[in-house]
T-cell receptor, first 114, second 114 residues
Framework: DGGITQSPKYLFRKEGQNVTLSCEQN?????MYWYRQDPGQGLRLIYY???????QKGDIAEGYSVSREKKESFPLTVTSAQKNPTAFYLC?????????????FGQGTRLTVV | GEDVEQSLFLSVREGDSSVINCTYT??????LYWYKQEPGAGLQLLTY?????DMKQDQRLTVLLNKKDKHLSLRIADTQTGDSAIYFC??????????????FGQGTILTVHP
């Protein structure tokens, strides 16, 4: 089945450690996105990529990094510079970065700093 | 950038209609989406409206768009307990720095009482 897969579903990190969240899609979509969700704040865009080997900062990119070496994969690294990383992280993809940007979402990764 | 506002909470009785409202600032949005999020899961597309329409009906869902006031609403007829979820409004960016980005409102938590 085609879809977008995030792993792991739950992740625990010690303070001061970097951690990488995985996002893979087999929908042949060009564009991929990372969002952070906190209660009462909706979804905030961290990074997005419109094409392989290219990505742009979203609204809250500080303390995060990404790569887009393959069309199918868009991993997100939460670095130790991110002051408040505990949140629910959602990855999405869309067919293109063009006019119709319907997005398909993964099931999310809940990151907790312990 | 785009600002999107939604009220945070809505509570209705089973069988009643629910109306979820959304206001946005970017008048160049070409597609306006409604997504549903169930607890601990990703978002799923419910419906969308193109900016040159003022109404779209899809079974129990009716979307109304007032482009002049930049106001979007989602009406759910005969609301069921399974409709309890968070609903997000997402106007798509049409150009410039918003190209290809989806900006979400805070989400409206719909609670349906038996």
């Amino acid at each position: 089945d085609g879809g977008i897969t995030q792993s792991p579903k739950y992740l625990f990190r010690k303070e001061g450690q970097n951690v990488t969240l995985s996002c893979e899609q087999n929908l042949n979509h060009d564009a991929m996105y990372w969002y952070r969700q906190d209660p009462g704040q909706g979804l905030r865009l961290i990074y997005y990529s419109q094409i392989v080997n290219d990505f742009q900062k979203g609204d809250i990119a500080e303390g995060y990094s990404v790569s887009r070496e393959k069309k199918e994969s868009f991993p997100l690294t939460v670095t130790s510079a991110q002051k408040n990383p505990t949140a629910f992280y959602l990855c999405a993809s869309s067919p293109s970065a063009g006019r119709n940007t319907e997005a398909f979402f993964g099931q999310g990764t809940r990151l907790t700093v312990v | 950038g785009e600002d999107v506002e939604q009220s945070l909470f809505l509570s209705v009785r089973e069988g009643d209609s629910s109306v979820i409202n959304c206001t946005y600032t970017d008048s160049s949005s070409t597609y306006l989406y409604w997504y549903k999020q169930e607890p601990g899961a990703g978002l799923q597309l419910l419906t969308y409206i193109f900016s040159n329409m003022d109404m779209k009906q899809d079974q129990r869902l009716t979307v109304l768009l007032n482009k002049k006031d930049k106001h979007l609403s989602l009406r759910i007829a005969d609301t069921q307990t399974g409709d309890s979820a968070i609903y997000f409004c997402a106007p798509s960016g049409a150009g410039g720095t918003s190209y290809g980005k989806l900006t979400f409102g805070q989400g409206t938590i719909l609670t349906v009482h038996p």
